[in-house]
């Protein structure tokens, strides 16, 4: 029995980056065996194990064949008789078939160390295709590893456009694309992400039914995610959201997100840029009316931090333009109203006599006079 570490743990150690999570495989074992050495076993589909201590994942060496359409279509084989270089051919890319012996000695059968140094994205086989949720890994993967140079590779690009004219991208589920999407927000280019699946023709009909990848929207996204790094509250789904600014990707915003799969808070942040896209870019600070008018449709008397969002989404239009020290300024002073108008109480109004639809009124008015006043004031 021997131990290897695979995957992303060995590349990133290799491109000086921190990692994040360790996975193993081991050659020459029965699950059997590593039951006795008290590992727990995890998955139906093919002999995964957790170490008693660790908890990090250990897989047996495993062979893979296409047996059906998708990414779920394979038989998996796993045997004391497969070999490491087996195990790492069915791998996606070669920078993720790189293995390290408990001596610390690079195991590399495919050339990954290479595609490292030449920064390049590179499938491994020809048994890359079978597997169509490849193209969107290998799609994240640009965006993750753009800010290092890397792109992909002339042949993989050919193998993931035939791929996308092949229809098997039809195959995968919602929650698969929303997964691999959704990581790649965290990254430096996300824009990279969909503009990859784009290019290859493998976005709009395929894998985000009727998304339009406009240049103006990636652009937007592009920035949100740089923004994201000096700014941590713009979080993930406020990075997803600036798509949505002036002209939305999509025509039914809840359709398309119930359609992927795309959680809740996604789907609301996204709704908040679109229907808010004429504040977001203006650079003149609203009127009284404007602004109460505002609070009420993002229902800020009930959801504060709605508007907190939305400030940050302006902020984020008119970073590093002329604009921007103004609308820092006037975020303030809308945060300084909005906060003193949520502070008329409705108790001292009853006080007064209002009850009923008179009272509702009497709140709304109230709130609207201190806006008016809060607005007037210099910082």
């Known amino acids: ?20 999570e360790r996975d193993w495989v081991v050659v020459g074992a029965t699950p059997q065996q590593m039951l006795d050495q008290g590992f727990q076993q995890v998955g139906k589909d093919f002999p ?26 394979f038989d998996v084989f796993a045997s004391p008789d497969v070999t490491l270089e087996d195990d790492l051919v069915r791998r996606d890319l070669t920078i993720n078939a790189i293995a390290e012996d408990e001596h610390g000695r690079l195991i590399d059968p495919y ?28 799609a994240r993967f640009a965006a993750r590893f753009k800010h290092l140079g890397f792109t992909i590779a002339d042949e993989t690009h050919e193998l993931l456009v035939k791929i996308a004219h092949s229809g098997e991208l039809e ?18 280019n996300p824009d990279v992400f969909l503009s990859t699946l ?5 976005l709009k009909n395929q894998v985000l039914k009727q998304f339009k990848a406009k240049s103006s929207n ?57 229907r808010n896209s004429d504040f977001i870019l203006s650079t003149k600070l609203p009127s009284a009316e404007q602004f109460a ?18 400030l940050l989404l302006r902020q984020l239009e008119h970073e590093a333009t002329e604009f921007s020290e103004r609308i820092v300024k006037q975020n303030q002073q809308l945060t300084q109203a ?31 006079e201190t806006l008016t006043h809060q607005l007037k004031q210099t910082l």
């Open 198 to 202: 784009a290019d290859i023709g493998g």
């Open 171 to 188: 195959a995968l589920t919602a929650e698969r694309v929303w997964l691999e999407w959704e990581k790649s927000l965290g990254t430096g």
């Open 338 to 368: 909005a906060i003193k108008a949520s502070e008329v109480s409705p108790q001292a109004l009853i006080s007064e006599g209002f009850t009923g639809k008179q009272l509702g009124l009497a709140i709304k008015e109230k709130r609207l």
């Open 293 to 310: 008018e505002a609070l009420q449709s993002i229902d800020y008397w009930r959801r504060p931090e709605k508007l907190q969002q939305l």
């Open 218 to 274: 990636l652009n937007r996204l592009h920035k949100a995610a740089q923004f994201s790094v000096s700014h941590t509250e713009l979080t993930k789904p406020l990075i997803f959201a600036s798509l949505f600014i002036d002209e939305s990707p999509v025509e039914n915003i809840p359709g398309f997100c119930k359609v992927l799969a795309i959680p809740n808070e996604y789907r609301d942040a996204a709704v908040l840029a679109e």
């Open 1 to 20: 029995m021997q131990t290897y570490l695979v995957g992303g743990a060995v590349r990133d150690k290799l491109l000086g980056l921190a990692v994040k």
């Open 48 to 73: 995964v194990f957790l170490h008693p201590l660790t908890r990090e994942e250990y897989a047996l060496a495993r062979t893979e064949r296409k047996n059906g359409k998708g990414y779920k279509g």
């Open 111 to 138: 050339g990954g160390q290479r595609d490292i140094e030449q920064k390049k994205l590179r499938h491994v086989s020809p048994a890359f295709e079978e597997d169509p949720l490849r193209v969107l890994r290998v």
